[in-house]
């Protein structure tokens, strides 16, 4: 039966979600009922599956009940499930219930499979509230072994509500108050864009703007606005059709699109901007009703305090409307529709109606003479076109109106295209169309005096004069009637003056109240999405379309601020800019999908551009500086600010912005175009693996090579782990995303990885050959010192040294970093946490992450690898501190030691030996970084007794075409001489247990114990590197009388060559070098050229 989904699971079950029984699949209606007595099950059911119900048509009393689609249909079978299921009473009233008694078998177009088909429902985001998510099965539960526990893993998907979430919010609200309100497209998005793009502009500002610019230049004003407006029309019906729309309108547009940086920043002053837009058309409002009160002498106090009274009272009826919802708000809109309507044809029906009595006042109706007179523009008080376009432009904003209720929206994908766009066109022709007709029968000037008629014919020019008056005294000044003195000229025209009242009444209030539903809406998404910490209590809702009550009395508060300024000249521009940095975005939200080429961006709605959409985008920043140019830049500051404020905390949301996808996209062309290119010296950097275990196992190693690769050169930190057996996967994949936050958090510019590998040496190998990409590959081996090898397994040695060897196979450079007390402190409890912040322990406990190892050798580099698989992974423990040894508390005090500031002092580079210059670059790019920027380079090389001045000047002269500052230059004349007998008589001790001794066995025997002892050191290969022992006896004194006080020491790493010298001959060796000295480490090159001083 295609098209069942499984029930909701029962939290506690400890076994899977599906269990298959064998059905009879030439029957559909025949069923075997589960099994309870113990007998015997299908194979398959033994271990992970369990039965699962479906539900049916008949238990949700209907699929849109809870927000499913029509096309989703349930059968039902003759059993139930034992999980929780969603079920009728037969009474009409849909709750959740457990039943016990009957299964549903789960079947695949007649198959028994526990395979599904396509279902909408398994797109639906995030894990349901009521137990498991309706979702396919995992791959690990088709394909694992039966006798082990699936998981479920998948892309994130954003922090959605997902569908069984709003199944629940839908059931609660139906249960309540018999469903939630939902408005189709007329009624949510076209009204309200109508009713908010007609503003008062359209009756008092229209006229004046038709006598200043003219009909031409006005209908070209309107058309460029109208280009704005609809170019971002056509870019939100983009955004709103790729992908369910939820609640938050403008901002959750953007958000979703570009990110939480840009949306965020804009939500807030979206928001801020509809919350105050709310003052302005109430003072609006207030201002005419105070004006009327004057002409009949009712004034209460003086105008100012009257606004202020007026538009207090009607601030709290415009709240009480919102706040007793949705519903209530969508009928006062028709109703103040209805009024504007017919104040609309009032005035046309009014321009037709010519009468005598109002021609002295400059009214004449249709005439062709006017209409020549009017075409053209006539500015006067230093206005100009782009003045008079700033003072018209705000009539066109208001196309958000329907998109910022879109949670309230049936289906937002089609309602807001349709919607906004038919607005935008509708109230466009309406514009037009007031703009011919007032630019037909208004004269410019009146005085509205009847005894003004045409006396002189010859100096008589105007197109009154035609008509019998003489208005020519009104070009000195003075007059109040005609286009450009009379606000109220619409009045005039109408058929019923009132009526305009009424309109003007009704542009103000819808406007208002449509800026005070929008202004919460907006705010209670972006609060929801934890942008800003410190706001998330008006995240709450409340009723059955959870109303922002909250948000409500918090725009209300803002919006009687500034009622009672009652000065909005000076805000009322940057309202406007905040509007337009909204349409500006949006557009720019279209082109960077577009750029970006995101298989997820697929908007149903295909009638736009990217280069429109930019195009729009510089058009909407280019009308915010003509509008007014100072707010223009206040905008854009606020926006700056709030953008880098949200990127500097980094909200922890994942929605798959646009921005996302074009930085993978720059990504990949650009590590592709380097791949076409040859890697040059100039441009080398060492690029690092580093052999860390967990990111915060060895602290010292990590931060040391952070410091000579952050920004430079790539640094990985990899971590060879062992098991017993095969891996939990999904543990292994949460487990690396939390070292990767971890490294994130502490600002490490890192990647980690992790390989299962036998033993470190092919783990390391998988990592040599497979990290990286493309050019973008590492070049450098890191490695800690195995500090504590002689009191471990030998087959760990030979490990560690074979690994080695195979680096320098692959043409890797090496690095091993040695501290005298060590580098690993996982085996310390109280170290820093490897969790996220929704993995936090209890309030009163210690957060621990602790490392358990097996390894009696805690400096391994595979250590913890060498645990077992129930060991493999940092626990995060709760206990109570408890007091750490003296060891580990200086080991813990050295782990540090790379974290802080260096201070004044030396780092040492003993450069023996030519590797390519690797040994002198780490110390010239530690120098470049604050923490080391202190430290003076000293450089040691080796030389003869009767050379030392000649191998200074050469020295110096290479170090200074290299461009690399040092502050001296020692010359080892002495590196030959024979080390001290105390010296040569602890090497001897030192290599003493791991000698074969060959001489004193039979030859067989000898053979015998070296095969299966490879690392044992043989009599002839002591005899025939003797010299190079004693040189690195002789290096060790040599460091220790020169550089003991150093920060650092570089020094070339003595070579060993493999197959010859044994594992534990080259331990010892750089045992011997190494021991007892300030932080060392030991580097070799690849010796190819890394520097260079050509240019």
Known sequence: MSGQKPSLKSSGSPQSRFQVDTVTEASSAATIPASTDGSKQPEESKSRFKVVGFLDSGALGSAMDIG????????????????????????????????????????????????????????????????????????????????????????????EPSAAEEAAAALAAKNAKGGTVK??????????????????????????????????LTIAIILMATVVTTITGLSTSAIATNGFVRGGGAYYLISRSLGPEFGGSIGLIFAFANAVAVAMYVVGFAETVVEMLNDVDA??????????????????????????????????QIVLLVVLLAAIANYFIGSFMSIESKEPKGFFGYNSAILLENLGPDFREDETFFSVFAI??????????????????????????????????????????????????????????????????????????????????????????????????????????????????????????ASLVSAPKVFQALCKDNIYPGLGMFAKGYGKNNEPLRGYVLTF??????????????????????????????????????????????????????????????LCCVVMFVINWWAALVTLLIVLALYIYVSYHKPDVNWGSSTQALIYNQALTHCMSLTGVEDHIKNFRPQCLVMTGYPNSRPALLQLVNSFTKNVGLMVCAHVRTATRRPNLKELSQENARCQRWLNKKRIKAFYTHVFADNLRHGAQFLM??????????????MGYKNNWCDGDMRDVEIYINTLHDAFDLQFGVAILRLQDGLDISHIQGQDELMSSHEKPPIGSKEVVVSVSLSKD???????????????????????????????????????????????????????????????????LLTNRSKWGDCRIRVFIGGKINRIDHDRRAMATLLSRFRIDFSDIHVLGDINTKPKKHSKLSFKELIEPYRLKEDDMEQEAAERLKAQEPWRITDNE???????????????????????????IVMSMPLARKGTVSSALYMCWLETLSKDLPPLLLVRGNHQSVLTFYS
């Open 68 to 159: 499913l689609p029509p096309d989703v249909s349930y059968e039902p079978d003759t059993a139930r499930s034992d999980s929780v299921s969603l079920h009728s009473t037969g009474t009409g009233h849909t709750h959740i219930s457990d039943s016990h008694s009957n299964t549903y078998y789960m079947r695949t177009f007649g198959h028994n499979t526990i395979d599904a088909v396509p279902n909408i429902d398994f797109y639906r985001q995030t894990a349901a509230p009521l137990g498991e998510k309706w979702g396919r099965p995992s791959l690990s539960e088709l394909h694992d072994e039966l006798d082990k526990d699936p998981f479920e893993d998948g892309l994130a998907s954003g922090e």
């Open 183 to 216: 408005f189709g497209w007329v009624k949510g998005v076209l009204i309200r864009c109508m009713l908010n793009i007609w503003g008062v502009m359209l009756f008092i500002r229209m006229s004046w703007i038709v006598g200043q610019a003219g009909i031409g």
């Open 299 to 332: 004034l209460m106090t003086d105008e100012l305090n009257d606004i202020r009274i007026v538009g207090t009272l009607t601030v709290i009826l415009l709240l009480g409307i919102s706040v007793a919802g949705m519903e209530w708000e969508a009928k006062a």
């Open 392 to 513: 018209f432009f705000p009539a066109a904003t208001g196309i958000l109106a329907g998109a910022n209720i879109s949670g309230d929206l049936t289906d937002p994908q089609s309602a807001i295209p349709k919607g906004t766009l038919l607005a935008i066109l509708i109230t466009g022709i309406t514009y037009v169309a007031v703009t011919i007709s007032a630019g037909s029968c208004i004269v410019r000037d009146a005085t509205g005096d009847h005894n003004d008629t045409v006396s002189d014919t010859v100096n008589c020019t105007d197109a009154a004069c035609t008509l019998g008056y003489d208005f020519s005294i009104c070009k000195e000044g003075g007059c109040q009637y005609g286009l450009m003195n009379d606000f109220q000229v619409m009045s005039l025209v109408s058929g019923f003056g009132p009526l305009i009242s009424a309109g003007i009444f009704s542009a103000t209030l819808s406007s208002a109240l």
């Open 557 to 618: 508060f803002i919006g009687l601020a500034f009622i009672l300024i009652a000065e909005l000249n000076i805000i009322a521009p940057i309202i406007s800019n905040f509007f337009l940095a909204s349409y500006a975005l949006i557009n720019f939200s279209v082109f960077h999908a577009s750029l970006a080429n995101s298989p997820g961006w697929r908007p149903s709605f295909k009638y736009y551009n990217m280069w429109v959409s930019l195009a729009g985008a510089v």
């Open 769 to 782: 050959q497979a990290v990286g990409l493309g050019r973008l590959k590492p070049n450098t081996l890191v």
């Open 858 to 924: 805690p400096d391994s580099e595979f250590c913890p690898s060498k645990n077992t698989n129930n060991q493999s992974s940092p626990l995060i423990m709760m206990e109570t501190k408890s007091p750490l040894s003296l060891t580990d508390q200086r080991l813990l005090e050295t782990s540090q030691q790379f974290k802080k500031k260096q201070g004044k002092g030396t780092i040492d580079v003993w450069w023996l030996f030519d590797d390519g210059g690797l040994t002198l670059l780490i110390p010239f």
């Open 1022 to 1048: 002591l005899e025939l590197y003797r010299a190079k022992s004693n040189r690195q006896i002789r290096l060790n004194e040599l460091l220790k009388e020169h550089s003991s006080a150093a920060k650092l």
